[in-house]
């Protein structure tokens, strides 16, 4: 019995040992492509080698073309006196103006809809439009939509009313869809930097998770486009009948549903230079909240969307139908065994007196972060990054709190299972609104 459990230990260490190596090895690969072709973070579109044409986008003409699309910016909004005002200001703030900026206010009860009407007043001359619209439909999805129907723009962004967006961060994103087969583009998320450990653990933990989209985007096996900062052609979202309501992670089941409706005729891309702030979950209670939304809306998506796992269809991508999302299951499941795989490692561990495994995982993890939180140039500062890099053994240590959290998240998603089915069979998912404490925190320039 106890072979079978060193050779499934042995299995899970060598598809975990080659998933970093991907990833690491991946936004390296990004960045050079950039430089190879004398593109920067701002200007990268093609990643099949054979259909990029260099000459072309290195030409002095197509850059200097004027590219100043409308850009219609919608920040759904349910309860957030406590952050609107700063997200608010951060889109006045960006250095690209062409914005139309629609804020709904769903069914608060704070002050809410008078900081938004407060501020509609004050900066109405600065934007191309400033437009509040009070609802009462009780979900992101449903007040996005309700948004929509009053949009303009031929460019058109997700802004969560906890986030915040960078100066250049427009700017930068904008430049992505001059070419036509971007579909959507996905940000590079930040956390804003905050008290306590748990605060600096996230920083960290979001650094190498937005680094590794760099690998991501490079194997067009992108398959989220997060609610923070998301950015889609109008278009798109309008042919598609607009964002679905019966899941309670509508971002997912946006990007998810473009792949199957535009194939490979539109992608989604990602800007590291795309950079949006969100704050950080306040406590663990916090973060399991989270956590566990995050995990049971992705099921919800997969089984609504399941028809991009082993797609035949050759408009669909191989490595994303065949690998990433079943990779994506399997992850799941076997991170569901894990405990089983932490206690047959330290069984042996104290059996044989072999200490020197613990000291091969802790460098393991080191090397990685150290690798990959050194190449967040885009979002990052060096002083940001050494710090980063030189916390990586006392990161070893703090891992174990996400990953306790998790883990508690996975196995409430499979007890779930039930309640999934159920929501499925009948068309009912839970568009809803999901709060946790916010501060309101400023950003440190």
Not at 162 to 183: H, I, M, Q, W, Y
Not at 239 to 253: K, L, Q, R, S
Not at 258 to 269: S, V
Request: aromatic share 14%; with cysteine; charged share 20%.
């Amino acid at each position: 019995m106890l072979l079978y459990v060193a050779y499934a230990v042995l299995f899970l260490s060598f598809i975990n040992l080659f998933r970093l190596v991907f990833f690491s090895i991946g936004s390296d690969l990004y960045d050079i492509r950039n430089l190879r072709f004398g593109l920067n973070s701002n200007n990268i579109f093609k990643i099949k080698k054979s259909r990029f044409d260099n000459k072309r986008y290195k030409s002095k003409n197509y850059f200097s073309k004027r590219y100043y699309p409308l850009v219609t910016i919608i920040v759904p909004a349910h309860n957030e006196e406590r952050v609107l005002k700063r997200n608010l200001l951060s889109i006045i703030n960006s250095t690209y103006k062409n914005v139309e900026l629609i804020i709904v206010n769903d069914s608060s009860t704070d002050k809410t809809k008078q900081i938004a009407l407060n501020f509609q007043h004050r900066y109405k001359n600065n934007l191309k439009g400033i437009k509040v619209i009070n609802v009462n439909v009780r979900g992101k999805a449903k007040a996005m939509n309700k948004g929509l129907k009053y949009a303009h723009g031929s460019l058109f962004m997700c802004l969560d009313a906890d986030s915040a967006l960078t100066p250049n961060a427009l700017k930068n994103a904008v430049e992505f869809f001059r070419e036509k087969s971007v579909g959507a583009l996905a940000s590079n998320v930040k956390i804003i930097p905050g008290k306590g450990m748990l605060n600096l653990l996230q920083r960290i933990e979001y650094a190498i998770n937005y680094q590794m989209k760099k690998a991501e985007a490079l194997a067009r096996i992108q398959y989220i486009v997060g609610g923070i900062g998301s950015m889609y052609r109008m278009k798109i979202i309008r042919d598609m009948g607009y964002y679905d309501t019966d899941t309670i992670t509508e971002d997912i089941d946006l990007s998810m549903k473009m792949i199957l409706t535009y194939k490979n005729k539109r992608y989604i891309a990602y800007d590291p230079s795309m950079v949006v702030f969100s704050e950080a979950a306040l406590t663990i209670s916090d973060l399991l909240k989270q956590c566990n939304r995050w995990k049971y809306g992705r099921y919800q998506v997969f089984l609504k969307r399941q028809a991009l796992f082993y797609s035949k269809d050759k408009g669909i991508g191989r490595l994303l139908s065949w690998f990433y999302l079943p990779y994506a299951l399997f992850a799941e499941l076997s991170f569901a065994l894990e405990p089983i795989t932490i206690a047959y490692i330290f069984y042996l561990i104290f059996a044989y007196g072999d200490f020197s495994t613990i000291l091969g995982s802790v460098f393991t993890f080191c090397f990685y972060t150290i690798i990959e939180v050194t190449g967040a140039t885009q979002a990052y500062s060096f002083k940001e990054r050494l710090k980063f890099a030189a916390l990586a053994p006392f990161a070893y240590i703090l891992i174990y709190i996400l990953s306790f959290v998790e883990y508690v998240a996975t196995i409430k998603g499979f007890l779930s299972i039930k309640k999934l089915l159920d929501g499925y069979k009948t068309g009912v998912g839970g568009c809803e609104w999901s709060h946790v404490e916010r501060t309101g925190e400023t950003i440190a320039s």
